[in-house]
Nanobody, 128 residues
Framework: QVQLVESGGGLVQAGGSLRLSCAAS????????MGWFRQAPGKEREFVAA????????YYADSVKGRFTISRDNAKNTVYLQMNSLKPEDTAVYYC?????????????????????WGQGTQVTVSS
């Protein structure tokens, strides 16, 4: 079992930056691929970014490429999402998720179905 707790959300003006953190506890953090998803009211869960256990492979949604950066510090059992040039459409609850390492993740990293563990979410609101 892995417990995930997101933090770092808040209110920020358009064009600003925010860094989200996801702290993990339980089983060895490095044994999991990690992802960030977001969900706005009335909308489906949306993939944002993902990072393999070794951080060699990273994936980003087209909507955030060039603006968001996913990273991880396995020694601290933490994955980060650095968000720059934020837009009002980035407003959502952001969730981190963990997936046991496996080959299928390489082709399914963008699907929420690939992840077994989820955090409670942290609200990000971008004002115009």
């Amino acid at each position: 079992q892995v417990q995930l707790v997101e933090s770092g959300g808040g209110l920020v003006q358009a064009g600003g930056s925010l860094r989200l953190s996801c702290a993990a506890s339980g089983r060895t953090f490095s044994n999991y691929n990690m992802g960030w998803f977001r969900q706005a009211p009335g909308k489906e869960r949306e993939f944002v970014a993902a990072c393999s256990w070794s951080a060699v492979s990273t994936y980003y949604a087209d909507s955030v490429k060039g603006r968001f950066t996913i990273s991880r510090d396995n020694a601290k059992n933490t994955v980060y999402l650095q968000m720059n040039s934020l837009k009002p459409e980035d407003t959502a609850v952001y969730y981190c998720a963990a997936a046991p390492i496996g080959k299928t993740w390489l082709n399914n990293a963008r699907s929420y179905r690939s992840y077994d563990y989820w955090g409670q979410g942290t609200q990000v609101t971008v004002s115009s």
